[in-house]
C-alpha cells in the first residue's frame, strides 16, 4: 500500500530533497528580475497569488542558484520530440526518485492508496495554476476522463495504467482538490505508472483551453476545425490534445497551457532553425530559501538534421548537456579530446536498457508468407546463431560489452540464464542447418527462396539518428547474408520510422534500443518480455488486442503468448514486491521460451557532457526514457555559474 502525504522525502541517493512547504517563506517568496518587472508592469499578478498554498520545496543538488540564461539544447531530425519529456515536460502527479527506487510527490500534494490497491485518492495542490494562470483543478482531470480516457468518439488508445480487467477505473470528484480513482480488480502498480515518462495525462489536459475544440463543450467546434485545416472537430481535438504521439504533443504547442517550468514561446513547427521555451511565472515549486523555479530563464533547442551536426555543436560548446544520439562508445574519445575545446565534462549514466540493440521481425506482418516464417522461433533462434557478436562488439562497441540477449542484468535477482544467454553463441553451420529446416531452397545467387519461391528479403527499417545501429548494421548484413537471408537496411527520418513501424504493419523488421533490464524498470516496461503496449513493435496487433480487443487492428495472440499477458495482469494485481518479483520471474521465464527478440549485448555504462559552467547536475543517473533522463533530477533547479 502506498502512502505519500506532504512531508519530506529523500529522492534517493541524491542530495535533491523534496521538502513540505515551509510557513516561514510566507511572506519570503522571491523571483527572477525579469518576472518582478511584469508584476511592477502590472502584465502579472504577484507572485504570492501565482503560487500554490502549499509549493513544493525542492532542497538543490549543489547550491541555491542564481536567476538567468539560457540552457542550450538540440533536437534532432523532425521526430525526435519525445527527447522534451526529458528535458522539461515531465511533470506527473508523482515523479521518480533520482535512483530510481521509488515514488516521490509532485504535482499531487498526497497521494494514497488503500490496503487492497484498488482504490486510490489524490489531492491536488490548493491554488496551483496553468502557466496562463488559469487554476489547476479536478476540473481538469474531470475534462481528461470524459473527453481523452472514455469518449470513444475521440478514440485515443493508452493509459492502461487507469484500467483494470480491461475495464476503466471510476472517477470521483470529491472536491476542487480531491479525487478518487477505483479500480475493478486491485493495481499495486499503479503509483509507478503514474510517474512513468509521457504516461500521465491528467497533468497535461487543460479544460479552459481544450474545450473550444470538443463538440461537447463548443456546438461550433466542426466550424472551428475546418478554419484549422481538420475536416471534423475530432481531428482538430486530436491535434490539440496531442495524445495520439509524442510529436503531436508538442508540435505547435505555443498556445496550450501547461504545468512545466518552461512553456513554449516558439513551439516545433513553428520554427525552422530552433524552439524556444520561457520561465512559466507560474510554476510552483520553490527552493529552500524561497525562489520560485526554475533558475534559467529559457531553453533553446536548436533543430538539426542528424547526430553528426549535433556531434560538432557539441564539441564546439554549443550543447549545455546532452546525452540522446551523441554519446555513443565510438565518440568518446573524439569528445574526450575536444572537452577543453567545449568547456565541458562527462557524467555517468547507469544501464536500464535490455540490450544495445534489439533485432525485432514483424510477428504480425501483412504478409501472410513472411508472418508465418518470423513466428517461426528456431528461424529466429537461427538467425541470432549466425550472429558474431565479439566481433560488433570489438568493432562498434570498442569491446565494451558481452554476448547477451535482451534480458536482465546478471546481478539483479530477476536476472534468468536461459533469457540471457540462449543462441548468442556464434556457429554458422548450426545457423545454416537450423535454416536448412525451414527455407532449404535457394536461387542462383545463393538466396534463400520463401514459400512462394521470392528470394527471401528481410529489410530492417532503421531510424536514421541511431548512429551505433547504423554502424552495426554494416557487419550485421553480410553475417546474415552468409547463412543465406538477402538482409537489407533502409535507413530513414524518425517521424517515418515512427509512421512506417510503430504505426503500420508492412514493415518486415526493426532494431531498437530501449527496454529494461532489472528490477522496477523490467515490470513497467517489458516490452520485449510480454507485447502490453506499442513498444511491443515485434507485435503491433498483439498488443492492441491486449489494450482495446475491439480495436479493428487487434489480432487474438497465440496461446503462449496469452498466458504471458494473463502473467502481466496478475502482475498489476499484485501489490507487494515480493509477490510481484515472483510473477515477473515467471514473465521472463515465458519470454525466454517464446524467445520473442535477440540482442547483441548488454550495454555497458554510458556517459552524457555537461558545460562546466552547469550547476546542480546529478553526476551519476540511470539511463532511460521511462526514467526520462535527466528530468527526475529536476532540471528546474540546474543553473549557470
Known sequence: MIKLKRRAFLAGTSAVFILPALPVFATEFKEADILKTKVSSGALPALKDRLPENPLVVKPVESVGKYGGDWNMALVGGGSLSMLFRYQAYEPL????????????????????????????????????????????????????????????????????????????????????????????????????????????????????????????????????????FESWIASFQAAAGFQDDNAFFLNSSKKPCVHAWMFTIAPGENTERAVAERNPYYWKVDTEGN??????????????????????????????????????????????????????????????????????????????????????????????????????????????????PSIKKEDPLYNEQLATQFTAYDVDKANAMLDQIVPKRDDQNFRLDEKGRRLTIIFEIDQARAVFLDLFQLVIPMFQAVGIDAQMRSMDRSLWETRVRQGRDFDATAHQFGANGGVAAMLDPRYYVPTDANAMYAPAWQLWYRDRANANAEEPPESTKSQLALYDKLKATSDSSGQREVMKQILQGAADNFYVFGISLPPDGYGIVKNNMKNITKIMPNSFGWPTPAPTMPEQFYKA
Open 94 to 229: 508523482l515523479r521518480y526518485t533520482p535512483d530510481w527506487s521509488g515514488v516521490t510527490l509532485n504535482v499531487a500534494e498526497s497521494f494514497e492508496g488503500d490496503a487492497d490497491s484498488r482504490v486510490y485518492t489524490i489531492r491536488l495542490r490548493k491554488g496551483m495554476k496553468w502557466s496562463d494562470g488559469h487554476p489547476y483543478t479536478t476540473a481538469d482531470i474531470k475534462f481528461w476522463y470524459d473527453t481523452v480516457f472514455t469518449d470513444k468518439r475521440v478514440a485515443f488508445v493508452g493509459q492502461d495504467h487507469w484500467k483494470s480487467g480491461g475495464k476503466p477505473a471510476k472517477l470521483e470528484i470529491v472536491d476542487e482538490q480531491t479525487f478518487k480513482v477505483t479500480f475493478d480488480k486491485p493495481n499495486g502498480l499503479f503509483p509507478l505508472q503514474v510517474a512513468w515518462a509521457n504516461n500521465d495525462q491528467t497533468t497535461r489536459t487543460p479544460k479552459h483551453y481544450l474545450e473550444q475544440f470538443h463538440i461537447d463543450f463548443n456546438p461550433k467546434a466542426d466550424e472551428l476545425a475546418k478554419q484549422r485545416g
Open 292 to 405: 520560485q523555479l526554475p533558475y534559467m530563464d529559457r531553453i533553446v533547442y536548436q533543430m538539426v538534421a542528424d547526430p553528426q551536426v549535433l556531434l560538432l555543436k557539441a564539441m564546439q560548446g554549443e550543447v549545455d548537456l546532452m546525452d540522446q544520439y551523441i554519446a555513443t562508445p565510438n565518440n568518446k574519445s573524439v569528445l574526450y579530446d575536444a572537452r577543453e575545446q567545449g568547456g565541458y565534462d562527462f557524467y555517468t549514466l547507469t544501464s536500464t536498457e535490455a540490450n544495445v540493440m534489439n533485432f525485432i521481425f514483424n510477428l504480425n506482418h501483412n504478409d501472410e508468407t513472411k508472418r508465418t516464417l518470423f513466428r517461426n522461433k528456431d528461424f529466429r533462434a537461427a538467425l541470432s546463431t549466425a550472429l558474431d557478436r565479439q566481433s560488433l562488439i570489438d568493432a562498434v562497441l570498442v569491446g565494451q560489452g558481452a554476448a547477451a540477449q
